[in-house]
Every structure is written in C-alpha cells, then in structure tokens.
C-alpha cells in the first residue's frame, strides 16, 4: 500500500491525520490477543501476535466467530468492486463477520458493504484508534467503532510509521479464520497477509481477477496453498467446508467447543 | 476438525484445555486406548508425518508434524519428517469428487527427502490429521516402501471422516482398520 505514495505524498496524508480531533468518549479496552480470541495461541500464532490489541466496539469479546477478512487493492477495477462487494454479501449472508483493514478500495468496500447487509464488520487499524486512516474513511471508522468493532495494536500516541501497516496485516491475518484477497498489485500490502495466512496454516483464497494481472506471487502462493476463488458457488461450498455447524457434535462427546 | 486443523485449544472434563495435538496424544495413552493400540505405538517406532497437500514453508503450521511431535513426547516414537510435498495437489476437501487427488497424484508430489536407518524391526508410523478415504496414505506409504523396502508400514490419523451418520457413535471413538487400494479405480476403500 505505502510503495504506492510518495513520502511527500505519505508525510502530507499523515499531517492531515494528525489534525483529526478525536472524541475522548471512546471506550478502548486494552487486552491480550489471547483474551480477544477467548482462547490462548500456538506457537505459530505467538510468533508474531502483539502482546496487546486496544478494542473499541460492541461485538463480544471474546470474537464470535466465523471471520472471514475480505482484502485487496486501494485502487480496485469495476470488477474489483463488484467482486468484493458481492463476496462481502455472500460472507454476511452466511453469518460471517467481515474483517478488513479500513484501508480505501477493497477494504472500504468490505467494511460499507457488510454493514448495509446487516452483518457485522471487524476493523484492523495500522494506526492507532485515535487516528482516521484515510480521513476520508472517519465516519466509516466512527461507526465501526460505535457499532462493530475496531482492532489496533499502536497505542494512542504512537506515531504510525510504514511497517505498521505490514504488522497490522498479520494481526488481521490472525484475527480470521480464512482470508480472501479479491484484487491486488505487484506491490500490495496484502501479499504480507496472504503469506501469514498461509504461515498460520489458516485458508488463503484469491479471487480469480489475480491470475490475469501477470504478477508472480499469485502463483507462488497457489504452490504453497492457497485456493482459487472462481464464482460465489465455490464460496459457499467453502464456507460449508470451513465452518461446518458442530453443535450436535459438542452435545455428544465429551469435548467442549474451543 | 478446525481445532485440530489450526492447532487449537480444546478444553475436555478429563484432561483440561490443551492444543488439539497434545490432546490427542494424551488420549492415546490414557485409559481405554492405551490398551486397545498397545502394539501399535512404541518408543521404538518412526512418526513420519503426511505432508500438507502443498509444500509448506518453514515455520509454517503443519498440524500432522504438530501431532506426530506430541505424540514423541508421550513416548509414542520418535518424530522424523521424511517426506515432503514438492508438488501441490488439489485439497480433498475442497475439490469435487473427480477432481479430488488419486493415490497416485499423491505418490508423485511428493518426495523422500532424508535417510533412516531402518532394521527389520523398525516401524514406520504415517502420521495425518484426518483421513477421508486413506488416499494421501496410500501414496505417502508408497514413497516410504520404494525408499525403505524393509520397513513396516502403517498409518494414524487424528481424525476420520463418517459418511454415514449411523455409524456415527461420538466424537471419540478410535478405530483400527484396513485400507486398501484399487487399481482398476486408482483409488481406496477405507474400513471402517
């Protein structure tokens, strides 16, 4: 995302992000990855979770479940938004939380279309909760943080530099079960979530439009797992897959759901 | 499923919560089921993890070496990774029932990449996180066999899929079977 702007381009957008007021009425919670997912993580997850989250929102904690983070390009084609808008309705309709990363295009299009289908919607910020990433998206993060939720791992004050926002994929990327890339270029930030999904063994899948972009780390990540997403059938019939119901299960053995 | 997928914690009345793999190797050598697969597991035995269906990189999640490694702590065998994934094949679960991978698509993406010193009385144990019908088995067993002729072969999975929900009789409930390959259909009858 940030290989795409200028550092002029950056320092101006940031200097117009640190003049957002914010409203101190906010309730962040301050709390452990672990305490967010209700359970404690693996070795693999530990790895790179951060060793708190700041949380503002009205969605349980710990996170229902199932999440799904929707992600891709800030500068997506027609296709680009009508994928992820339609995915984003499939996901909602199923009973999955929405995840993305409030960035403009694909995220925000995520974000906007969960909320208008009535479904829940998770924010992950890689500035800290305080600060509008793009200014634009600020009444788009003031009602996710109202009315759905807001993740951020910076504490209020700290000043966002251009890996955070490489850190913040992979929270997000560890915050949901399946992630689904709908749109992206050689460059995206989206590529560092794709691969920590992978690293988290959790399932990668990459809407179709990727294949014809001529960029290489499609095909890499295809080798090492990830699935193709060719129409909004096979989606569902992953959904099915991934988040079989298991309430009869629980009622008959002897282990209680995680 | 998941949990065991990702490594997840369980929580259990019998043994407290524990990530999925740790969980199953404690079941194994708790009471019944330490009797029931007593000349199946032992100190002696090789763990040879099943590959995912695609290479993984290192330091990624691999729940068949994450079992196999639990089970070595409760002195079920001794974990080697032998076999890797070279070439990717469709995952079973989400590919249509033609498409799913044979025995032998399974046979040739993978390779056997380290040595073992194998006398006629080592086993081989594969180890899997879940088994539908045995195909990923077969084809990780005939890599091992070309490799090491001599060898015992078998197989443990954490977890098997039932078709049929009258068969279905509880979350727990460990089996020992057959698998067997069909040449005419290159592919596998599991039983049960």
Redesign the interface.
């Known amino acids: 995302m940030w290989s795409m702007l200028t550092k002029e381009m950056m320092e101006k957008e940031m200097r117009r992000v640190e003049k957002s007021s914010f409203k101190n009425s906010w309730a962040i919670k301050e709390m452990t990855p672990s305490e967010l997912l209700g359970r404690p993580l693996n070795d693999v997850e530990r790895k790179y979770a951060p060793k708190v989250v700041y949380v503002s929102g009205r969605i349980r904690i710990p996170l229902p479940g199932p999440r799904v983070a929707v992600i891709g390009t800030r500068n997506p084609s027609h296709e680009g938004i009508y994928a992820a808008a339609a995915i984003t309705r499939k996901l909602v309709e199923r009973g999955v939380i929405v995840v993305s990363g409030l960035a403009r295009g694909i995220d925000t299009i995520a974000h906007k279309t969960a909320i208008n289908a009535g479904g829940k919607t998770i924010a992950v910020l890689g500035t800290p909760l305080n600060k509008f990433y793009p200014a634009e998206n600020r009444p788009l993060q003031e009602l996710i943080m109202k009315e759905h939720m807001a993740i951020s791992q910076y504490p209020i004050g700290h000043k966002t530099k251009p890996k955070d926002f490489v850190f913040r994929n992979r929270t997000m990327a560890l915050i949901s079960d399946a992630s689904i890339i709908v749109e992206a270029g050689k460059t995206s930030g989206v590529v560092s979530q794709g691969w920590e999904t992978l690293r988290l063994g959790r399932p990668l899948f990459l809407w179709k439009l990727l294949l014809n972009k001529n960029l290489d780390w499609p095909e890499k990540m295809i080798k090492y797992g990830a699935i193709i997403l060719n129409d909004l059938d096979e989606l569902n019939y992953v959904i099915d897959d991934l988040f079989p119901s298991i309430e009869g299960v629980i009622s008959i053995g002897e282990v209680e759901a995680p | 499923?998941?949990?065991i997928?990702?490594?997840?914690?369980?929580?259990?009345?019998?043994f407290g919560?524990l990530?999925a793999s740790e969980l199953i190797a404690k079941f194994l050598k708790a009471d019944p089921w330490e009797i029931f697969f007593a000349d199946y597991f032992g100190e002696d035995n090789i763990l040879v993890p099943v590959p995912?269906?695609?290479?993984?990189?290192k330091?990624?999640?691999?729940?068949s070496f994450r079992i196999a490694w639990a089970m070595e702590q409760q002195k079920m065998g001794k974990v080697k990774v032998v076999i890797e994934r070279v070439i990717?094949v469709a995952?079973s679960?989400?590919a249509p029932p033609d498409q799913r991978p044979t025995p032998t698509n399974h046979y040739e993406s993978m390779a056997v990449t380290s040595k073992l010193n194998i006398s006629p009385q080592t086993k081989i144990i594969l180890v899997d996180d879940i088994i539908t019908r045995g195909h990923t088995f077969m084809g990780a067993a005939w890599c091992l066999k070309r490799a090491f002729p001599e060898a015992e072969i078998k197989a443990f999975a954490a977890m098997r899929t039932v078709s049929n929900e009258a068969e279905?009789k509880?979350?727990?409930d460990p089996v020992r079977g057959q698998i067997t390959y069909r040449h005419e259909f290159d592919d596998c009858l599991r039983r049960p």
Do not use: V
């Open positions: 499923m998941r949990a997928k990702n490594d997840l914690p369980i929580r259990t009345s019998r919560e990530f995912r269906s695609s290479p993984i990189r330091e990624a999640l691999w729940p990717p995952k679960s989400l279905f509880g979350l727990i």
